[in-house]
């Protein structure tokens, strides 16, 4: 594996990395559960059927539902006994929302009398993807019901026919959880690293690209020496980068590998690079080759008192509660879902859904209140996209949005380095982006389309 020659980027931080407790720590299924409350429709699609009824008993990998009026098909985790159907609420911000919305409804099937995991159940036939046209692929993605397994998610064929339409030539892996805490994917990469490796040779012939690059971190490349050789055979580039917060993002990513940097407020997209992410690759591989719908999927959890912490194969629906307290986390605490600086509030009500890569047990927030900021440029040095934060911070307390704008806000990235570094405690972050919100919001519609 060899190191990336593009260097690095000015900015950013070497955060701590607090993932001694789960690193080493094999994947591990959950026992099952009393009830999981399956979302029918976790994209927001709308037009969800529901193919069940109560009463009915179903089996490991039957079709529950239909969204997107039939595009995206919704599978049972396990075999069990439909309860009913409800809704249910998934932790994230869907695009469009308000930035203090931390949670979505959207209906869901519930099933009790669970039978244990055996791997069993219903299997379609495995695609055989070296002989298939990129159509027929991105058709067989959208009939497994795969999502990016980003936050929020989007359907997997969707995402690559966007990107196919734009153009792109290259395809990023990216194998970077430069997040504290955050350790599903490395374990992923260390153990089934030839399946991600097939799942990004399926996703390039889909992408129709000419260079696939697997990222990951440079200081556990030792981890991933199956997975290197695995890429080399296949023709795809391995690729050990820094450690640096946030190299993980995808616009960074972009611009560290490839040279190219998106225009303020783009994907990468935009200028011919399509990033995604590991999970992705491990529910593509899963349906493509097994002919198993990706029900479940992999979620660290792990922070402040969790006794049992580690990596755990969870189904699709289940109770964050119920993972938490199989894990042996505090009954209370600051609960998040993600990581520590990007990720959200976790309701207590919400379930495990394709976006949750982490459940964390937090310390307690800090509670002093904000001081006068003191003109450090702390901000703004550690900005990754070299904004003028404190001068953002100014605008978003006077409504500017007409200079915020000049000020190109919408680079923002999110990351939450700002507010890291801010020794007066504002909450840099959050002002910023929605900043940005509200310039996009008030801009040409046509201008962040497609993102």
């Not at 699709?316 to 042996?328: I, K, N, P």
């Not at 605490?333 to 919400?350: E, K, S, V």
């Not at 495990?352 to 890569?357: D, E, H, I, M, Q």
């Not at 990351?415 to 007066?424: E, F, L, R």
Request: glycine residues 10%; aromatic residues 4%.
């Amino acid at each position: 594996m060899r190191r990336q020659r593009f260097g690095t980027f000015v900015g950013g931080l070497d955060l701590p990395d607090e993932k001694h407790a789960t690193l080493n720590q094999d994947i591990e299924p959950i026992p099952i559960p009393e009830a999981l409350h399956v979302p029918a429709d976790p994209c927001l699609l709308g037009g969800v059927t529901v193919l069940v009824r109560p009463g009915q008993r179903v089996a490991d990998g039957d079709r529950l539902a239909v969204a997107g009026g039939g595009q995206m098909p919704i599978y049972a985790p396990t075999g069990g006994v439909v309860a009913g159907v409800g809704r249910c609420r998934l932790a994230g911000r869907p695009h469009g929302t308000d930035l203090d919305t931390y949670a979505y409804e959207c209906p869901s099937v519930e099933l009790t009398d669970l039978t244990p995991l055996e791997d069993a159940g219903r299997a379609e036939a495995p695609l055989p993807w070296q002989d298939a046209a990129p159509e027929g692929i991105l058709d067989h993605l959208a009939a497994g019901g795969l999502t990016t397994c980003t936050c929020p998610p989007e359907p997997l064929a969707s995402w690559c026919r966007r990107h196919r339409r734009a153009g792109v030539d290259v395809l990023i892996i990216n194998g970077l959880e430069n997040e504290p805490y955050l350790t599903c994917e490395h374990r992923l990469m260390a153990t089934r690293g030839e399946s991600i490796v097939t799942a990004a040779a399926v996703v390039a012939r889909a992408l129709g690209v000419g260079r696939t690059a697997l990222a990951v971190d440079a200081r556990r490349i030792d981890r991933y020496r199956a997975m290197a050789l695995a890429a080399e055979r296949r023709g795809i580039q391995s690729l050990a980068v820094e450690h640096k917060y946030p190299m993980g993002n995808p616009t960074m990513l972009t611009a560290v590998v490839t040279g190219r940097i998106p225009p303020p407020g783009r994907s990468p997209m935009h200028v011919g690079v399509a990033v995604l992410n590991v999970a992705a690759c491990a529910a593509v591989h899963r349906w493509v080759v097994t002919g198993r719908p990706p029900t479940w999927r992999v979620v660290t959890v792990s922070g402040v008192n969790v006794r049992r912490g580690g990596n755990r194969l969870v189904p699709m629906g289940l109770a964050a509660s119920d993972l938490l307290a199989a894990c042996g986390a505090p009954v209370e605490g600051n609960f998040c879902h993600g990581g520590p600086m990007t990720g959200t509030a976790l309701p207590d009500d919400a379930v495990v859904g394709p976006a949750t890569s982490a459940l964390l047990s937090l310390p307690a927030a800090d509670e002093r209140s904000a001081t006068a900021c003191i003109r450090c440029g702390w901000c703004t040095d550690h900005c990754p996209v070299r904004l003028d934060v404190a001068s953002l911070n100014d605008m978003y307390e006077l409504g500017d949005l007409e200079r915020a704008r000049r000020y190109e806000v919408t680079a923002c990235l999110g990351c939450g380095v700002c507010s890291y570094v801010c020794p007066a405690r504002w909450p840099l972050t959050h002002r910023v982006r929605t900043l940005a919100a509200l310039v996009r919001r008030d801009g040409p519609a046509e201008e962040y389309a497609g993102d």
